[in-house]
Each structure stands twice: as C-alpha cells, then as structure tokens.
C-alpha cells in the first residue's frame, strides 16, 4: 500500500510560480510511474504530467507544455511539479497519483494510488 501526500499549493498571482510536492511512503517508489492530475470544480479530473520509474522519461499535456516541470528524487521518495507561467486556468485542486504499470499512463483509471490533493489558486 503506497501513501501520497501533496503539499506545496497556495495562492499566486498570474505569471507567478509554485513548486508541488509529493512525498510517497509504503512501497518501492523508484517502481512506480508518477503522474500529477487536476480537478477544477465542475469538471473531471485531468491529466497534467506524468514521469516513468526508470530511466524518467515525462508526459505532458498540452495545456502546460513549456510551462510546468515534472521530476522526481527516488532517493527522497518524493515527485515534484514545478509550475511556472501560471495562468487562472491552472486553479484548481492538484493530485498525484502512483501507477504500478511501467508507461506513463494519462487517464485516471490507470492509477493505483492517490493524494489527497493541494489547491492552487491563480489570481488575475
């Protein structure tokens, strides 16, 4: 059984940064593919960025290609999403999610393991 828990969210203005953390417990983290997802209110959950167990290799949606950074320190069993450039559009309730599989998967259903989830807010 893997345990996620996100911190790092908060309040920022537009263009502002934030760097999201996931610090994961009870399992082999470097055997896992990580994923960050996000839920706006009244919309479903979406896929934002995932990174393979080895040798990293990362996935992003278009929606913040060249803006947000996924990576991950298996020495601190800990996934990261640094996030720049952010718009309003980013608001929303972030989660990563811990997938047993070997590819980076881009659909909830695919993940085994969940966070409870960090707010961002961006302000105009």
């Known amino acids: 059984q893997v345990q996620l828990v996100e911190s790092g969210g908060g309040l920022v203005q537009a263009g502002g940064s934030l760097r999201l953390s996931c610090a994961a417990s009870g399992g082999t983290f470097s055997r896992y593919a990580m994923g960050w997802f996000r839920q706006a209110p009244g919309k479903e959950r979406e896929f934002v960025a995932g990174i393979s167990w080895s040798p990293g290799s990362t996935y992003y949606a278009d929606s913040v290609k060249g803006r947000f950074t996924i990576f991950r320190d298996n020495a601190k069993n800990t996934v990261y999403l640094q996030m720049n450039s952010l718009k309003p559009e980013d608001t929303a309730e972030y989660y990563c999610?811990?997938?047993?599989?070997?590819?980076?998967?881009?659909?909830?259903?695919?993940?085994?393991?969940w966070g409870q989830g960090t707010q961002v807010t961006v302000s105009s």
């Open positions: 999610a811990a997938s047993a599989g070997v590819v980076i998967i881009t659909v909830p259903r695919g993940y085994d393991y």
